[in-house]
């Protein structure tokens, strides 16, 4: 007999889940990959047949969409407290002691589990079904990131197996795996994007993207080690990560209970070695009283519970000498101090140089010549100098100095007001900055010309072809020279030219993040493109109209106008026209413009669903209105999503100016 549509869809939405969790929960799946994407094809070609039976919980919708959403905020019910913490056994021990103490005798259980390393995340199930995932915040209220936790399969959207309250919450880590995190970085590798210090940082960023289908990419996965609700299935903390293993949840796979000091030690002394094993980032371990009436009985400080304690693992570290300081010089002309070590195994790896960041380093840590120093790799991929061991200091040694005059060009330094950096200020004459130009103008984020690296650039600079980016335009004149350099020949050369030729089509806003103007990164390249449209408007631009365009703030305006005050600036840019250098955005459909906001001002404030702000005042301006940032008696409507803040909304009252949401909004533009 032929199933009703409706129990079909019920069927393969069962058995998908069922397979999800085989696979991503239990790490054992029963059907093959191609059987299974066959299965969630029919569930979707029987979903679009039947839109009557829609669910957001449904399997097919784990793959997130290319909305950018920006995130409304969650009270959280109950607190999400932190961990009292130490990196010693004796206050660990100190812990068992305390607690023995405080139940007076009475008997009880210790649970050991991992403390991931991730970023925490609460979930909220009711009746079955996930309603809401919410960041940690400030603990008192977080992210609602509900759309993004949903592409991480080992989730359960719909709850297997029974048992489970009405109503609860979970908690547990969102974690990035080894593995991922390694070919998620080799991939930024690739594409030139800063690389993630660590796992923790990767999951963390990845969780806030307002992408959620670039978040289903990213191969997240989550541990839970929390359950909190009325009415839980058991009385104790091990028994309800049982049941919560049995409702479809990836329960932290290690959970041990321990009974006394020596049980705790020993559990201590194993994961300490054995962590390093895991495929997933812990940076220590946690200890539970598990009796949840124990629990309960000890109680609470103001930041954390008096239940459980963490046990920090001691970041690797190494002792080695400090063979020298250099002082290197970028690409915006900032100094940057580097330890120069003997080679030391840290970790796995061979550790010879390590950053020391600033001068102010420098001088807190006190650091002489040939000191012996502590470094260490707590998870980062660059190590940092996070000690000395002063008793091995000789006598005579001098404290490192920072340098006054570039190391390179010897013009002396200036302070970058504010910051701890020093800076050449010599941007035309100072050559690690004009190859650093070289370099970032043809990345493959920018302008994209293959061929050209950082070795290239030093060689076109130093015979004198290239100085800025706009001589790149005019290299086919020194062709030949070029094939004679040694390892060039005509093929190298000519792929390097046709490179060049083909980053005359690359769209304006990666232009402007390619001529290095400093604070102005990708993300602010891409806005100040989008509001401005074309270079002149750029050139042209005050502090009052840039700061109007959302995220630029008066320290990036001002670092706009000063780059363009600049005539070898203006000139290159002229030169970068002239060679055909995208110097504006395509002209617009003109017909998605519309007259339906002509001459009104409006004020936009908050969080949307349907587009982001950037996108919305885009819209505004398609239709023929105007963005302006303070509310006044001037203002036709503000335009308002959630979390509006509430003195614009105040203000907006007492003037009596009109206030529209983002449904009456689309309504206006007949959206
Ligand atoms: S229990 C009230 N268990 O560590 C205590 N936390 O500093 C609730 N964490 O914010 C937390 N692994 O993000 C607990 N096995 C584990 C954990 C764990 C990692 C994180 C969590 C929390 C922080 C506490």
């Known amino acids: 007999m032929d199933l009703q549509p409706k129990q079909q869809i019920e069927r393969l939405r069962d058995e998908l889940n069922r397979h999800n969790y085989n696979y991503y929960v239990l790490n054992s799946p029963e059907i093959s990959d191609r059987d299974f994407d066959m299965m969630m094809k029919e569930l979707e070609q029987l979903e ?6 829609a669910d957001p919980l449904s399997p097919t919708q784990r793959v997130g969409s290319d909305i950018n959403k920006a995130f409304t905020q969650h009270l959280h019910q109950r607190p999400m407290l932190s961990l009292g913490n130490t990196y010693s056994i004796e206050e660990v021990d100190e812990f068992v002691t305390r607690t023995r103490d405080a139940l007076m005798g009475q008997d009880f259980t210790i649970v050991g589990e991992m403390k991931y390393d991730g970023t925490s995340i609460s979930l909220t199930y009711e009746h079955g079904r996930l309603v809401r995932a919410v960041t940690r915040g400030d603990g008192e209220r977080g992210d609602v990131v509900t759309d993004n936790v949903k592409t991480i399969k080992s989730v359960p959207l719909t709850l297997q197996g029974s048992g489970w309250p009405e109503e609860f919450e979970i908690r547990g880590e969102i974690v990035l795996p080894w593995k991922e995190f390694d070919r998620l970085n080799a991939e930024r590798e690739f594409n030139e994007e800063p690389l993630f210090a660590n796992p923790r940082n990767a999951a963390s960023g990845t969780l806030k993207m307002q992408n959620s289908a670039e978040v289903a990419r990213r191969g997240l996965d989550a541990v839970f080690y929390y359950l909190l609700g009325d009415n839980l299935p058991a009385d104790n903390h091990y028994d309800n990560m049982i049941a919560a293993k049995e409702w479809g949840f990836k329960v932290a796979p290690v959970m041990s209970k321990l009974h006394g000091i020596d049980e705790v030690d020993r559990f201590i002394n194993h994961w300490d070695t054995a962590r390093k094993e895991l495929p997933v980032a812990t940076d220590g371990l946690v200890f539970k009283v598990n009796d949840l009436r124990q629990q309960l009985n000890l109680g609470y400080t103001a930041k954390s519970p008096r239940w459980a304690i963490a046990y920090k693992f001691q970041a690797e570290r190494a002792l080695t000498r400090l063979q020298s300081v250099s ?12 330890a120069n070590l003997d080679p ?34 707590g998870g980062e991929i660059i190590p940092k100098v996070t000690g000395i061991d002063v008793s ?4 005579d040694a001098n404290p490192i100095q920072f340098v006054t005059r570039c190391p390179v060009c010897d013009t002396p330094l200036v302070r970058i007001e504010g910051e701890a950096a020093w800076m050449c200020p ?10 650093g130009r070289l370099e970032h103008f043809v990345g493959r984020r920018m302008m994209n010309i293959e061929g050209i690296g950082e070795e290239m650039a030093v060689i076109l600079y130093r015979n004198g072809w290239v100085k800025t980016p706009a001589d790149l335009y005019t290299l086919s004149r ?9 390892g060039m020949g005509p093929r190298t050369v000519e792929r390097i030219l046709d490179g060049i030729e083909a980053s005359k089509s690359v769209p304006f806003e990666r232009v402007v993040y390619a001529l290095s103007i400093p604070y102005v990164g990708e993300t602010v390249a891409k806005k100040l493109a989008r509001a401005v449209r074309d270079i002149d408007s750029l050139m042209n631009a005050d502090t009052e109209s840039l700061t109007l365009i959302d995220d630029i703030g008066p320290r990036i305006a001002e670092s706009i106008i000063t780059y363009f005050s600049n005539p070898d600036n203006r000139e290159m840019v002229e030169q970068l026209r002239a060679a055909g250098v995208q110097m504006s955005l395509p002209e617009e459909d003109e017909s998605s413009r519309t007259d339906l906001l002509k001459g009104k001002s409006i004020v936009i404030s ?13 819209i505004i301006e398609r239709n023929g209105g105007k963005n302006v940032s303070g509310i006044s008696k001037k203002t036709d409507f503000v335009f ?28 206006m533009i007949n959206q």
């Not at 679009?48 to 039976?53: L, T, V």
């Not at 010599?426 to 190859?435: H, L, M, N, S, V």
């Not at 908050?606 to 885009?618: A, L, N, V």
Request: glycine share 8%.
């Open 48 to 53: 679009k047949e039947h839109p009557e039976y």
């Open 327 to 338: 002082f290197e010089v970028g690409r915006m002309g900032i100094v940057t101090p580097v």
């Open 344 to 377: 030391v195994l840290l970790s796995g790896t061979i550790v010879k140089r390590a950053s020391l960041h600033n001068e102010g380093i420098i001088r807190s840590l006190d650091i002489h010549d040939h000191d012996m120093l502590y470094v260490e790799k």
């Open 392 to 395: 091995a200091r000789q006598p």
């Open 426 to 435: 010599d941007k035309e004459g100072c050559a690690p900055q004009i190859c």
């Open 478 to 486: 020194h062709s030949r020279d070029m094939m004679l350099l040694p």
């Open 606 to 618: 908050g969080t949307f669903s349907h587009h982001s702000r950037d996108e919305y005042k885009e």
């Open 640 to 667: 308002a999503g959630e979390n509006m803040g509430p003195s614009k909304l105040e203000k907006a009252r007492t003037l009596g100016i009109p206030i529209i949401n983002e449904e009456e909004f689309l309504k």
